[in-house]
T-cell receptor
Framework: GAVVSQHPSWVICKSGTSVKIECRSLDFQATTMFWYRQFPKQSLMLMAT?????????EQGVEKDKFLINHASLTLSTLTVTSAHPEDSSFYIC?????????????FGQGTRLTVV | ELKVEQNPLFLSMQEGKNYTIYCNYS?????LYWYRQDPGKSLESLFV?????AVKQEGRLMASLDTKARLSTLHITAAVHDLSATYFC??????????????FGQGTILTVHP
């Protein structure tokens, strides 16, 4: 079963409004989570690193005031797209690494398809 | 800046044939992942390769990692239609005890036809 849960799976919003996306690690603690964005027929691009209890680290070119990240607990990170515009329409995917002795792996949420109209 | 390049980007295969997808990356890393993505879906983990010379197999797919050559391969044996999907390799940008910050290749769109 899923070890990282992302919600909602899809959302449609009007231009100028804000949308919050949640990412939860289900059976492990994640001090770090990652947020990616994927445009149609393209690869995934890392947007930011979400750090529990501290500020997120944003990749070059990603507006931190537009994409607000909060990592308030060891199992939850949220991404808020503020004042959304049509060009923000994309597939947003979170991931969390689960550390294991022999097989550390990065697990991905189900993704959120955002459409801004 | 870490760059990850896959080839081919598009692969049309006949059922029953074999083929290999290549993943080259530009800086030192000993952690590489392969994922499958179906249309409209998120990523499904296929393989985690954590050391030089690692080889893993699952069904008709086999992945290997050569950290000295900075190359990973995903070999498909006797392709079947169900393997049609987009395949991504991803390299972990972090080292030591930190994991999971990935740079992805462009993806390979695989289509298997009769």
């Amino acid at each position: 079963g899923a070890v990282v849960s992302q919600h909602p799976s899809w959302v449609i919003c009007k231009s100028g409004t804000s949308v919050k996306i949640e990412c939860r690690s289900l059976d492990f603690q994640a001090t770090t989570m990652f947020w990616y964005r994927q445009f149609p027929k393209q690869s995934l691009m890392l947007m930011a690193t979400s750090n529990e209890g501290s500020k997120a680290t944003y990749e070059q070119g990603v507006e931190k005031d537009k994409f607000l990240i909060n990592h308030a607990s060891l199992t939850l990170s949220t991404l808020t797209v503020t004042s959304a515009h049509p060009e923000d329409s994309s597939f947003y995917i979170c991931s969390a690494p689960r550390l294991q002795i022999l097989n550390t792996e990065a697990f991905f949420g189900q993704g959120t398809r955002l459409t801004v109209v | 800046e870490l760059k990850v390049e896959q080839n081919p980007l598009f692969l049309s295969m006949q059922e029953g044939k074999n083929y290999t997808i290549y993943c080259n990356y530009s800086t030192t890393s000993d952690r590489l992942y392969w994922y499958r993505q179906d249309p409209g879906k998120s990523l499904e983990s296929l393989f985690v390769l954590l050391s030089n010379g690692a080889v893993k197999q699952e069904g008709r797919l086999m992945a290997s990692l050569d950290t000295k050559a900075r190359l990973s391969t995903l070999h498909i044996t006797a392709a079947v239609h169900d393997l049609s999907a987009t395949y991504f390799c991803a390299v972990d940008m972090w080292g030591g005890t930190s994991y999971g910050k990935l740079t992805f290749g462009q993806g390979t769109i695989l289509t298997v036809h009769p």
